[in-house]
């Protein structure tokens, strides 16, 4: 399953930012990472399962930040966007194969990434970084939310019920790859850096 941990984007230039984060395990240091920082994290839950952070305390920007986080857990981010990025593990082969699987791989988590956001700025009820809620969507193969089941509450029923509705009407607009596993969890994470995420129509995806 995927865990996508959305805060409010961050302003063009990188601001140094004073962090505090302990040692512990890697999902919920991403989750504390996003809180923080506002960074938007896609990433397959199965390959965070296991692995540990180093604690980052000072103050950083939040690109030093996330690759201190990482140090020694065996991944490396690869970034969708100034403000939202992905894990993998590093290449060990470098044949053309390869490259252009984790080109798909990539492009898509992009995509989806932004399909989401489409869907969620439909409604001022929804925008992202308002709130926190746990959902749980099933892609078509051509790009279609089929299903969307929410899991945790975001603790206003009118929102839960738009929340449903808008990422019904959600379309990935790129074929996901071979490799995705359904469903598809959305961990979506209130703002907590005093920015607010700009809604504005992505290119690649669709919310209607």
């Known amino acids: 399953m995927l865990l996508l941990l959305t805060g409010a984007a961050s302003a063009q230039a990188e601001p140094a930012l004073l962090l505090d984060l302990p040692p512990q395990d890697l999902e919920h240091a991403l989750q ?7 960074m938007a994290v896609l990433v397959d839950r199965e390959l965070t399962r296991g692995r540990r952070s180093i604690g980052v305390h000072g103050r950083f920007t939040a690109q030093e930040a996330l690759a201190m986080l990482l140090t020694g857990s065996g991944l490396m981010a690869r970034y969708a966007r100034s403000d939202a990025f992905t894990l993998q593990v590093p290449e060990v082969s470098h044949t053309p194969a390869r490259r252009n699987a984790a080109r798909i791989n990539n492009s898509y988590a992009t995509a989806l990434q932004q399909a989401i956001e489409a869907s969620l700025c439909r409604s001022p009820l929804t925008r992202p970084g308002s709130f926190r809620a746990l959902v749980q969507v099933w892609v078509s193969p051509n790009g ?10 975001t603790g206003d029923a009118q929102r839960d019920e738009a ?11 790129r074929p996901a790859p071979s490799s995705l596993r359904q469903p598809v969890t959305l961990l979506l994470m209130p703002d907590t850096t005093g920015t607010r995420m700009e809604c504005t129509a992505a290119k690649g995806a669709s919310g209607g």
């Open 32 to 38: 504390a990472y996003s809180r923080a920082t506002g």
């Open 144 to 153: 279609v939310i089929q299903y969307s089941r929410l899991v945790s509450s």
């Open 163 to 173: 929340l449903v509705r808008n990422l019904g009407a959600a379309r990935v607009e």
